[in-house]
């Protein structure tokens, strides 16, 4: 199936890398709003964010918060289903890496 008509919503695994290369994991949920436009709920490391996310074709991107601080991250749909990206927070230098993988 192509990556266009699979449903992005659902609960997804996380693994990430933070800045400083230690690794992460834990539990993402999408939840959609619209056919482009949804909520997603993060529970890694400890912590949450919560944002709000937006597909066109095969690129899916999120702004969110995690307690006072605001972040993006964008990713590439794959075939399979999962998600691969980078993020970042602001006023920090540099990336963190991060794949969604449904559950």
Not at 14 to 29: H, L, P, R, W
Not at 38 to 60: K, L, P, V, Y
Not at 86 to 97: C, F, K, M, Y
């Amino acid at each position: 199936m192509p990556a266009a008509a699979q449903s992005i919503g659902g609960t997804y695994t996380v693994i990430g890398t933070n800045f400083d290369g230690s690794k992460y994991g834990g539990e993402a949920t999408i939840t959609l709003t619209s056919d482009t436009t949804c909520t997603i709920h993060w529970e890694t490391g400890g912590s949450t964010s919560d944002g709000i996310c937006m597909r066109n074709d095969n690129a899916f991107s999120a702004g969110y918060a995690m307690g006072k601080e605001i972040g993006l991250v964008v990713y590439k749909i794959e075939k399979d289903g999962s998600l691969h990206g980078l993020w970042t927070i602001a006023g920090q230098n540099g990336n963190g890496t991060e794949v969604l993988t449904p559950k």
